[in-house]
Nanobody
C-alpha cells in the first residue's frame, strides 16, 4: 500500500500563500491519480482539487478555482497544492489522497470514496 505524507501546513494571514507537498512512498506513483480534500470543524470532508496520473488533467472545486493549483512531479513521487490568496474559510485539515489506476486512461476523481489511500492530514489556519 502506498503511504502518503502531507506537509507545509501552518498559520497564515488572509491573502497569504502556502504550498502543501504530498510525498508518496509508492515506486509506481505515476500510476496513481491524486487528490486533495479538506475538512473544517463540524463540516463534511469536501473536495478541493484533483490531478490525473499523468498530470495532464486537473480540476478544482469552485471555491478554490483561480487561487489553488495542483501539480505533480512523478520523478519525485510528489504532488503539490499551491494555495494563494488564502481566505479564513480555507481553514481546515487538508488531506492528500491517492487512487490506483489500472488502465491507461488519464482520469481524475472528485469523490472521496473513489480514493484508496489517505495521508494523515495537515492543518491550515488562515487568520483575518
Amino acid at each position: 500500500q502506498v503511504q502518503l505524507v502531507e506537509s507545509g501546513g501552518g498559520l497564515v494571514q488572509a491573502g497569504g500563500s502556502l504550498r502543501l507537498p504530498c510525498a508518496a512512498s509508492e515506486h509506481t506513483f505515476s500510476t496513481y491519480a491524486m487528490g486533495w480534500f479538506r475538512q473544517a470543524p463540524g463540516k463534511e470532508r469536501e473536495f478541493v482539487a484533483a490531478i490525473s496520473r499523468s498530470g495532464g488533467g486537473t480540476y478544482s472545486a469552485d471555491s478554490v478555482k483561480g487561487r489553488f493549483t495542483l501539480s505533480r512531479d512523478n520523478t519525485k513521487n510528489t504532488v503539490y497544492l499551491q494555495m494563494n490568496s488564502l481566505k479564513p474559510e480555507d481553514t481546515a485539515v487538508y488531506y492528500c489522497a491517492a487512487r490506483a489506476t489500472y488502465y491507461s486512461s488519464d482520469f481524475l476523481y472528485t469523490n472521496s470514496n473513489e480514493y484508496d489511500y489517505w495521508g494523515q492530514g495537515t492543518q491550515v489556519t488562515v487568520s483575518s
